[in-house]
């Protein structure tokens, strides 16, 4: 077939990073390794019923033990970043309460300069959703303002060991998403929530996901903080924080469904952004929940503004966002509760779904959605350099040769390129994944690799879509230089 997508590739700047992507829990296996403490998802997997086959991230991909392999793999895709992240309790098994494994950093050592031999940047993440589970038992993790002082040591002792090798430093992946999932909805540990809105046995869907936020907001700055006042003169890295983020496309022209649409945003990702850029939360949040919000201190806002250095931003799909504040909407529907902003998301309008459907069900291919959601934050956020640190497709089948996904990078990606070519500063764009892995509640029922993995044998065997991200980032280049 045909490899689309090259023609766009000189919109990409010099020294743009094209990686793969990938988190510990989803890759890494062997859970108690060279002294690794339990974790929360270790906990929550191995509880029955959480996981849709009943599997778990103990073995994973066993990225642990096969991390040369697969950074020959990366080695051969031409990337020239690796986006990971790196085990909480595999460097502190009982947080601030127990010993500094040096056995655990000794192995992330060894990744980053494996890495750092073949020319691939080290991206990389303090905590993608993991915590130590010694932290929930002891004060509820995020839940506790206590959580602070924990993250902090544990950000200073990463940037400590590994900082004078690593340029690019992320707090946390996609903070909206754990305190959604696991507070709101409570799918994802610590499986809370109230009666009405899921099957959890505590919790408090109207409060918690706020304060664990909060508090999530607060250790991101405290770990910036560290990383500047510390650490940033000498070893000359950046650091920023990844948003899992939606575009939402107003469901008709009316300035009603047109504000649900910009609620949308300011109930999902602005949440944290904008205390992180601005020292405040979104103006219809306060608007929306009053008291609900909990207040930043003078000391807070301190350390605040301008915390970061770069926005990462994970970008898969959009939905339609239409109005529920002055209209009616039916109760149950997705966003239609004040905690979302009162808009209901949906991927149909009259009849039809705002982009291609796949086997993921809350994954629709729409590209144009790329180029939106870049500009969106581009604007509001006074153009801070970004990342996407995630993009991708998934599917249920066993496909290798997997021409969709192939033209699902190649539209995003397109679509990316205009967004950089009006002026976006985007610097990095991180496939998910280079390999199939395990995919959360969904366990290994969906695959996202440009590398096809057996889940028995754990081999690796390259899909249609790893050549073609090889050809891809090889033109993009040789035009780059040439
Ligand atoms: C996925 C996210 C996605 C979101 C869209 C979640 O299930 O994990 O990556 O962007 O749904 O609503
Ligand atoms: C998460 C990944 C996940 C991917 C696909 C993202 O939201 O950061 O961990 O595998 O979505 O669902």
Redo the contacts with the bound molecule.
């Keep these: 077939m045909e490899l689309k997508g090259s023609s766009y590739c000189s919109s990409f700047p010099d020294n743009f990073l094209f990686g793969t992507a990938s ?1 510990s829990y ?1 890759f890494e296996g062997d859970i108690l390794a060279d002294g690794k403490g339990l974790s929360n998802w270790d906990n929550f997997t191995h509880s029955s019923g959480n996981i849709l086959d009943g599997s778990n991230g103990d073995i994973a991909v066993d990225h642990y033990h096969l991390y040369l392999e697969d950074i020959d793999l990366m080695e051969k895709l031409s990337v020239n970043s690796f986006r990971f992240s790196i085990s909480w309790a595999r460097i502190l098994p009982k947080g601030r309460f127990g010993n500094v494994n040096m056995a655990g950093i000794d192995h992330c050592s060894k990744c980053i300069d494996a890495l750092l031999r073949k020319g691939i940047q080290p991206f990389v993440t303090l905590t ?2 993991d915590v130590p589970q010694e932290l929930e038992e002891r004060y509820g993790a995020w839940l506790s303002p206590k959580i602070r002082i924990d993250f902090q040591y544990y950000a200073d002792i990463c940037f400590k060991f590994l900082g004078n090798r690593v340029k690019y430093w992320v707090t946390f ?2 903070p909206n ?1 754990v305190a959604i999932r696991g507070y709101r909805s409570g799918i994802y540990p610590p499986s809370r929530c109230s009666r009405s809105y899921g099957n959890c046995s505590k919790g408090n869907s109207e409060k918690e996901p706020l304060i664990a936020a909060h508090n999530m907001i607060l250790c991101h700055a405290a770990a910036v903080n560290v990383y500047r006042t510390k650490y940033q003169k000498e070893q000359k890295g950046r650091i920023g924080i990844v948003m ?1 983020s939606v575009w939402y496309e107003p469901f008709s022209n009316s300035s009603e469904d047109k504000l649900a649409a910009e609620r949308a945003q300011s109930f999902y990702m602005n949440w944290f952004l904008d205390p992180i850029m601005f020292g405040k939360y979104p103006e219809e949040m306060h608007r929306l929940l009053g008291p609900l919000l909990p207040v930043f201190s003078k000391k807070d806002l301190e350390c605040m503004s301008n915390s970061l250095d770069f926005i990462g931003i ?1 970008h ?1 799909t959009s939905f339609y966002s239409k109005d529920c504040m002055y209209s009616y909407c039916e109760s149950g529907a997705a966003g239609v509760i004040k905690s979302e902003g009162y808009a209901l998301r949906t991927a149909i309008r009259n009849g039809a779904l705002i982009g291609e459907p796949t086997e993921i069900d809350w994954l629709y291919v729409y590209p144009q959605g790329m180029e939106k959601i870049v500009t969106y934050i581009k604007d509001r956020y006074n153009n801070t350099p970004m990342f996407i640190t ?1 993009n ?1 497709v ?1 599917t249920t089948s066993y496909i290798r040769n997997d021409v969709k996904r192939v033209e699902y990078m190649s539209s995003y990606l397109d679509s990316l390129a205009t967004a950089i070519r009006k002026g976006a500063d985007v610097r990095g764009y991180f496939a ?2 280079l390999l199939d ?1 395990f ?2 509640i969904y366990g290994f029922t ?1 695959r ?1 690799g440009l590398y096809h993995v057996d889940f028995h044998t754990l081999k690796r065997t390259p899909r249609l879509s790893a050549a073609w991200y090889k050809e891809f980032i090889e033109t993009s280049k040789s035009i780059q230089t040439s």
């Design positions: 988190s989803q993608h959703y992946n996609e998403v899992n994970n898969y995630e991708g998934g998910w994944a892995n995919e959360w969906i996202f």
